[in-house]
């Protein structure tokens, strides 16, 4: 590695830490922190609290990332602009375009952490959370349970339904549970009532003190069992995923994989009444600019990298406050943008994949153009 290289890496590493630290504390002090000022009014414990609060910090720490790249490259080329070591190394031969390499290689790299983080430590955590919400809000209200409804498909089509009195997510499992299962021509094929229902390690669904009514020829044959798969002739085609994103579509908890997987099944649902349920459009929409947008994200910091670095380079000293207040600006009016088309693509007016991508297509656009002017 060049010396200039080393340099400049240097000057960024710092800065992106700080920013790291300054962009989550903003995050959380937005969003969380009146909610977990009122659980300490409403008496939860400070362990609880406490606990809640970390697994919601990697969901706000991984969108501190590209803003902390922005901030990161315009400090760090509004120094080395400010000692003339710009000036320096472009005098001994450099060009602009090669003091953007190591630039380019650390947003690189922060948009590699960024998905990486997103995908495994943040749908972890954000389950974690909603799973200690849930119990701390059946604390507060005396819920005795959180009722669920899951609609059962094949080939698209409805075939049948669980209803349960309770959910237990961080078990992966429904309690007191009743199901209904139609043969194809949607005459009943059984009735089924369950203590517990749970999701193996196997990936498959178990049904404990089950009692099933099988009806066949007009005739109703009971059969019980303390343990047990599917009933006869049916499938549980879900997963507790499912269980999760109908109760509320957080997509923090989801990873791509995950995201893709309800994608899958909202379109089955969407199909089985002709494409004519507006609500289940809207719900498939906001999954197809989800699973968009957490490759977006992570290139949001290599585009932040290559916008800031030579929009900091000018013939005048400037302070750190100027550095900070241009990468607030640039953060605001890019996710402005990005949040305007996410809402057209909700609505179908655009398509997920170019509301997730025109923005940062339009960063790069941007990039090139301040290099082209700065390298004059």
Partial sequence: MKLVDRLVIRELLGPWIFGVCLFSTLLIAATYLMRVTNLFVEGIDIRTVMTLTSYYMPSLIVKSFPMAMLLASLLAFAKLSNDSEIVAAMAGGASLVQLMRPVFVFGLFVSIVTFVFGETIVPEASNRANVLQGEISKQLKGIGGTPFYQPLFIEGKLRGGLFASDVDPANDAMYNVSGVWYNQDYSPAWMMFARRVYYTPLRDWRIEGAEIYYVRNGTVSVVRSEEMGPPEGSTFDFTPTDILSRRKLDFDTMSMQEISHQIGKKRQELAAVDGKDRQLFVKLREL?????????????????ALVGAPAAIRRTRQSFGVGLALSIAII??????????????????VEPFVAAFLPVLIGLGLAIGLLWSKGR
């Fill in 288 to 304: 197809e600019t989800a699973y968009w947008n957490k490759p977006s994200l992570a290139l949001t910091a290599l585009v932040f």
């Fill in 332 to 349: 605001f009016a890019f996710y402005v943008a990005q949040t305007y088309l996410m809402i057209l693509a909700k609505g179908g007016v």
